[in-house]
């Protein structure tokens, strides 16, 4: 093998080591806590499935006979089916088609997660970009957790980060990998991409500190109240009761 195919197969082995590293990055904490109770109730049920198992077999050993080594033997060969049987879903990764239709309190880590399967296919720029709306859809996720699913703000949400988000990266994936850099009406798939990307990132982050701001008006109104109950208008001090 030439020197020259020696370092297409380096070149090729680095890009796939690259690319595997790039899938696995996750973008937020959201889609690592979804990711992490997924794995927690995958052990529960392993654990449930595996204790049930081991109640039986002494059920049976204390009631009709001992296990003996074949029952032994059998009990063990059981709990690795079981293991094995409650251990091998994987996580659900969610489709572009499911997510206008997550649950509200899950969006923003779910986005996330469909975000990171995308996120090798795309330009070093809009993977910067996809970073920072991870950011951005981390600030969003406490505020979800409360807002009222069939509220306008809701649905403006839920439009903006699970349809308008998706469908701008899907769309740019559908277009034929030699045509990207071409322009059309004077961009590029490419810099349409970026620019889209930039304006989603400032909108949930915009959405982000509006859904806070509420919260924030009310620690105010909170602060002023016992301002005025112990301090006194003027910060003198407390009434006499």
């Known amino acids: 093998m030439s020197m020259s195919e020696v370092d297409k197969v380096r070149l090729s082995a680095a890009s796939a080591i690259e690319r595997s590293r790039e899938r696995r990055r996750p973008i937020g904490t959201k889609s690592i806590a979804l990711r992490r109770q997924h794995l927690y109730k995958k052990l529960g049920r392993m654990l449930i499935a595996g204790g049930i198992v081991l109640i039986g077999a002494a059920l049976f050993g204390a009631l009709i006979k001992p296990l003996g080594f074949i029952g032994l033997l059998a009990l063990f060969v059981l709990l690795i089916g079981v293991a094995v049987l409650f251990g091998r879903s994987p996580f659900p990764e969610p489709r572009q088609a499911d ?17 990171e399967a995308q996120r090798p296919a795309l330009p070093a720029p809009a993977r910067q970009l996809v970073d920072g709306i991870g950011v951005q859809l981390d600030l969003l996720a406490p505020q979800l957790q409360t ?43 490419d810099e349409t991409l970026v620019g889209g990307l930039t304006m989603l990132e400032r909108e949930i982050g915009d959405a982000a ?33």
């Open 99 to 115: 997510l206008p239709k997550a649950d509200l309190k899950q969006l923003a880590g779910r986005t996330e997660i469909w975000l």
């Open 147 to 189: 807002l009222d699913a069939s509220s306008p703000a809701a649905s403006n949400i839920r439009k903006l980060v699970g349809e308008d988000l998706p469908e701008l990266v899907a769309g740019y994936q559908r277009i034929p990998e030699g045509l990207r850099k071409e322009a059309h009406a004077g961009r590029t798939p």
């Open 209 to 241: 500190r509006s859904l806070a701001a509420g919260e924030l008006d009310k620690l105010a109104t909170r602060e002023r109240y016992l301002q005025l109950k112990y301090q006194g208008i003027d910060g003198e001090d407390s009434p006499v009761v």
